[in-house]
Every structure is written in C-alpha cells, then in structure tokens.
C-alpha cells in the first residue's frame, strides 16, 4: 500500500544577511496510513520547519532547492496559497507547542473549534456547536457543554492543548502534525495527552507525525521513529528497531541521554559539543565533530543510507562492509541481549 505521506529528497533553505540557512537536507519520509510516525532530535535540528514545509507555513526568506512532498498520490510542493487552504486543517491539520498561540484569547474555545467545522463542513451553526462541544468531550474536557462559552485563559496549560487537539479534529483530517504538543506540561499531563493521541489514532484511524526531542516520550506512543540531525534524516526504523537495535552513533548519544538509562549516583550523559550552523555545511558527516567512533571518511565524505533490515535504515558509515566493528554502548547490547531472548 502506498504511503499515506511521502517527502523525496527535499531540501530547503533560508535566505538571511548571514548566509543560506540550509534546514532541511535531502529529506526522505514516509507515513503510513493510521500509524503514529515520532520525529526526534535536538532542537534547531529541522524537524517543525520540515512540518511547517508540508503545510507551506513558512516564510517568505524560504527557498524549496530540491525534492517533493506527495500527499494522497498528489504533488502538493508546488500547489498555490489557494489550493493549500482546502488541504490545511480538512486534510493535513496541525497541532503546535504552545497552545496560545493557536488560539484567539477572545473567542470563547468552542466557538472556535465550530468555525473549523463550519468552514470545512457542510453543517448549519448549531450542529456545529454540537460537534464542538462533542469534540472537546472526546479530547477530554469536562463538562464541555457548559465550557464551551469560556475564553482560553478559563483553561489549564494541558487543557488548552486539548482543545487546540479538537480544533485538529474538527474537520476529520487524515494526518495531524503535531509539533512538541507536550513540552511545556508537567509530567503527568504529559502523559495524558500522549495517551489521547494514541487513542484518536485507534479510534480515527488519522495518521499523525509527532514531533519531540524526547526519545522517552517517542517510546510511549510511535510505530516507527525517524531520527533527525541537522537537518537531515539520520536513522528511520520501528519504534522497537530504534530503541533495542540503534546504529547511529547519535540515536546511541539520544538514548545515553535519557534519564532512564541514568547509572544511580552518576551524572546524566550528555553528547559532547554542539551541532553545526548550517551555513555553508562541509560535504561530510555533519556529527563527525561530535561522533568518538568518527572514522577518517566521516571527516571527508557525507555517508549513504545502509539498511539493516526492510524497515531499519541509518546514515552511517560504521555500517559499511569495510568500516571496524564498533560496538554500541553496553546499555544498548544488553537491550538487545534482552529483546532476542524475549523472541
């Protein structure tokens, strides 16, 4: 079956007085149909531009240099401003970190959540506001007939980003791109909504791109994860493929980080150093400088994907026939011992 959302070889720049910005790389990604698809990394790495890039939500510094992104079989790189808003919110929607700013302080939430329905549905105004009020129950809000009246700032910081969710939903979209919906929540509330994203996806069926820099909460709730490094996609695999059999020497710096892994009385790793200004990036692994198992061609040549399996693949040239054999770090051999034992 053909993916539901396929980015080929795209690449795309900025335009600023310091130079061309190049955020996004030669970028292949695909989603599938009713999957959950995590895109991790630091941030500044390029992953909500690259978001921002399927929905043409971008400045106008922006320079789209190569590649295409096909939506349901249809180009949609470049459709025209027009053409977009018939695809924004009844075909794609987005939901962003901050909720404020996706919503009017003003206008009480349910109204705006039925202007959404009203504008892509053919509804008259009071079925509307059932709908709305319908869909601020599903994403979890109390009493959301009587909340329904209230202004954003009635709301808690978690509530907030489940209207924002149900203002997605509001059109029956087929993707959701949300961008690092959770960060600024507490663990707990975290938690929640990560769990009502999984379960609009079984219940919808929607397919949703869920962008974090925390592997923890890509664990939680991805079908698969694709690692992203400036500005490029680094390692794409199952979500079990990643977290017990990683090969990219950044996926293992990402997954060292986590505090899970965290030896009792010891510091928290971290990756040493920064990543690159993507001005003017040298043909070569752009982690070489960070990498302690960079060998001499990282240094002079930008690696190809190697696959390891149909559906684990990693930029790397540890994986090459000819390279040393290097050894992830102990905590993720003994995953991997654990995992094959299980199998």
């Not at 190049?22 to 909500?48: F, M, P, Q, W, Y």
């Not at 979209?173 to 929540?185: Q, R």
């Not at 994860?225 to 400036?230: C, E, N, Q, T």
Request: hydrophobic share 40%; charged share 25%.
């Amino acid at each position: 079956m053909p993916a539901l959302l396929e980015i080929s070889d795209f690449s795309l720049s900025f335009d600023t007085p310091y130079g061309e910005i190049d955020a996004v790389r030669n970028v292949n990604l695909k989603l599938n149909r009713g999957e959950i698809l995590s895109l991790a990394g630091e941030s500044g790495c390029g992953k909500t531009v690259l978001c921002k890039s399927v929905m043409k939500l971008l400045p106008k510094n922006t320079r789209v240099k190569s590649g295409k992104i096909v939506f349901n079989g249809t180009d949609i790189t470049g459709c025209t401003e027009k053409q977009m808003r018939s695809i924004r919110g009844s075909k794609i929607a987005m939901v962003f970190q901050d909720p404020m700013t996706s919503l009017n302080p003003t206008v009480p939430v349910g109204r705006q959540i039925a202007e959404v329905c009203l504008r892509h549905e053919k509804l008259s105004r009071k079925e509307a506001e059932n709908r709305a009020v319908r869909l601020m129950a599903e994403a979890g809000i109390e009493n959301a007939e009587e909340r329904f009246a209230q202004q954003p700032h009635f709301f808690s910081g978690g509530q907030r980003q489940r209207c924002v969710i149900a203002i997605a939903l509001a059109a029956n979209p087929e993707i959701i791109l949300a961008d690092e919906p959770t960060t600024a929540l507490d663990v707990t509330v975290q938690a929640k909504i990560l769990d009502l994203f999984v379960d609009i996806k079984n219940k919808t069926g929607v397919s949703i791109i869920f962008v974090s820099h925390d592997l923890g909460v890509a664990a939680r709730i991805a079908d698969r994860v694709s690692i992203m490094y400036a500005g490029k996609i680094v390692e794409t695999g199952t979500a079990e493929e990643i977290f017990y059999d990683a090969r990219h020497p950044y996926t293992w710096g990402l997954l060292s980080a986590m505090p899970y892994f965290a030896q009792r009385g010891n510091d928290l790793m971290s990756i040493p150093g920064y990543p690159p200004v993507l001005i003017n990036i040298p043909e070569c692994d752009a982690f070489a400088p960070r990498n302690p198992n960079a060998l001499k061609i990282d240094f002079e040549q930008e690696p190809p994907e190697f696959y390891v399996s149909p559906t684990h693949s990693a930029a790397t040239w540890l994986l090459d026939k000819r390279a040393p054999n290097v050894l992830p770090p102990d905590f993720i051999q003994r995953r991997r011992n654990e995992q094959w034992k299980k199998m």
